[in-house]
């Protein structure tokens, strides 16, 4: 018991070292099909060193540098940037095969280590490595239409499924669009959300349902219904745009009766 007391006390007085000081100048990386290279800027705002490891991933998360395989290469993949300066990071596509009649996602990995602390501050500062993720999307050569005019043309419908509602999201494009949230409101002026979802990115040619939450009994009464969703553009940007919903939801079909033994 004394021990534990002695744990948690020393852990209450340990501050913990958790901003991160580099940053990468943008929130996705367009690698146009055909292109050399694309290059990624990442800028130290801070007051000290920082020794930055990059690397590449395919969609898993707790992947590793040293347990993937991407066809690209990144140079540098570990430097360091001095305060107040900055790095740039070339991506270089290295032609293994990749779909040519749609994009292709994968992520970029930044993980900024914090240099080591001494003197007074090394007995009571907890410090970690800071890791952040964006997109990189490879985007052929020929692709029909474009990026933005995929993302206004999803097509919706609502499901209700018991006290379940949910979005259906249609993406035929050869583009994946990724949008920050989304809400369904009566196709009225100023009014109000009846249910809301989080964001999300529908690949492409692919349909994609996302739960609604904060619904409003009013969702059920029917009348001409709006979905407004935001979608993140090629720079980052946040777009709103409106589309129209079916008058009536589609119900789920109803389960099977379990069959007697």
């Known amino acids: 018991m004394i021990a534990l007391r002695a744990l948690l006390l020393t852990l209450t007085l340990l501050a913990v070292s958790a901003h991160g000081s580099v940053i990468i100048v943008g ?3 367009i690698y146009p099909g055909g292109s050399r290279d694309v290059s990624v800027r990442l800028l130290n705002r801070g007051d000290r060193p920082a020794l930055v490891q990059a690397w590449l991933d395919k969609g898993d998360s707790k ?6 395989s991407v066809p690209f290469a990144l140079n540098p993949s570990l430097t360091r940037i001095d305060p107040e300066r900055g790095q740039v990071l070339r991506l270089t596509y290295t ?3 990749l779909p040519q009649d749609k994009e292709s996602v994968f ?6 280590v914090p240099p080591k602390a001494t003197g007074e501050e090394a007995s009571h500062v907890l410090q970690f490595a800071l890791r952040t993720r964006i997109k990189l999307f490879y985007r052929p050569k020929g692709l029909k239409d474009k990026a933005s005019d995929a993302a206004r043309a999803l097509q919706w419908r609502l499901v209700r ?6 979005a259906e999201g249609r993406n035929a494009s050869p583009y994946f669009v990724s949008f920050a949230g989304l809400s369904v409101r009566p196709d009225a002026k100023d009014a109000d959300a009846l249910a809301t979802a989080p964001g999300g990115m529908i690949e492409p040619g692919a349909t994609q349902t996302f739960e609604l939450a904060n619904v409003k009994p009013a969702l059920a009464a029917g009348g001409p219904l709006l979905l407004r969703y935001t979608f993140i553009d090629d720079y980052g940007a946040f777009v709103d745009n409106d589309t129209p919903l079916p008058e009536s939801a589609t119900p789920a079909p109803a389960a099977a009766p379990p069959q007697g033994k």
Request: glycine share 12%.
């Open 27 to 29: 929130t996705r990386v």
């Open 63 to 68: 992947s590793t540098p040293d347990s993937i």
């Open 95 to 97: 032609g293994e095969p």
């Open 107 to 112: 992520w970029l990995n930044v993980l900024e």
């Open 161 to 166: 499924s018991g006290g379940t509602w949910t």
